[in-house]
């Protein structure tokens, strides 16, 4: 069946480091992937997309690219600040149903 | 304007009680969900119903029963409540059920304390 695994928190970086929060998926059809975030005491917020093989999606300095060939969608920002500290899911949608991966904590030390 | 709103959004309550968790969504959507998040911050789905149908019923105990008055709308009642039911509990809705593009949007979800 689909699945979504990434890598376990946390991940404790300093102001201005570069984040990659790995994410590799299965899936039987063509799914479209998500990263969401979830900041304390909140819900989820969609924080980017991509619905095919090579889109790449971005939102506020975050990118992730769709790569088919290593079923991946790997989280990356070129320079955290502390108030991206938070929950960040991984997340496929394949006909009606979404898989959330298990969630990577993100701490950004000033 | 919240889009998915969610209430309570604390609940605390002895075992064995009865208790509901209402969620409304105003963005339009056809589909709406019910997920569990444990201390650990697993996501887990629970139901999803597509225009008042439900769609995925996952193992859920027959405890936790999801009502859907219209599409607006997903209530979630829970039957003698157990130690092992405390968790947040988020509402969250999508456009269509059937593509594979449909974001979802969650609401702030319901932090239930079950003593």
């Known amino acids: 069946g689909d699945s979504v695994t990434q890598m376990e928190g946390p991940v404790t970086l300093s102001e201005e480091a570069f984040l990659t929060i790995n994410c590799t998926y299965t899936?039987?059809?063509?799914?479209?992937l998500f990263w969401y975030v979830q900041y304390p005491g909140e819900g989820l917020q969609l924080l980017l997309k991509?619905?095919?093989?090579?889109d790449k999606g971005s939102n506020k300095g975050f990118e992730a690219t769709y790569r088919k060939e290593t079923t991946s969608f790997h989280l990356e920002k070129g320079s955290v600040q502390v108030s991206d500290s938070a929950v960040y899911f991984c997340?496929?949608?394949?006909?009606?149903?979404?898989?959330f991966g298990s969630g990577t904590k993100l701490n950004v030390k000033p | 304007d919240t889009a998915v709103s969610q209430t309570p959004k604390y609940l605390v309550t002895q075992m064995g009680n009865d208790k509901s968790i209402k969620c409304e969504q105003n963005l339009g959507h056809d589909t709406m969900y019910w997920y569990k998040q444990d201390s650990k911050k697993f996501l887990k789905i629970m139901f999803s119903y597509n225009n008042k149908e439900l769609i995925i019923n996952e193992t859920v105990p027959n405890r936790f029963s999801p009502k859907s008055p219209d599409k607006a709308h997903l209530n979630l009642h829970i039957n003698s409540l157990e130690l092992g039911d405390s968790a947040v509990y988020f509402c969250a809705s999508s456009q269509g059920s059937g593509g594979n593009y449909n974001e979802q949007f969650f609401g702030p979800g319901t932090r239930l304390t079950v003593l």
């Open positions: 997340a496929l949608s394949d006909f009606n149903k979404f898989y």
């Open positions: 991509a619905t095919k093989a090579d």
């Open positions: 899936a039987t059809g063509y799914p479209s």
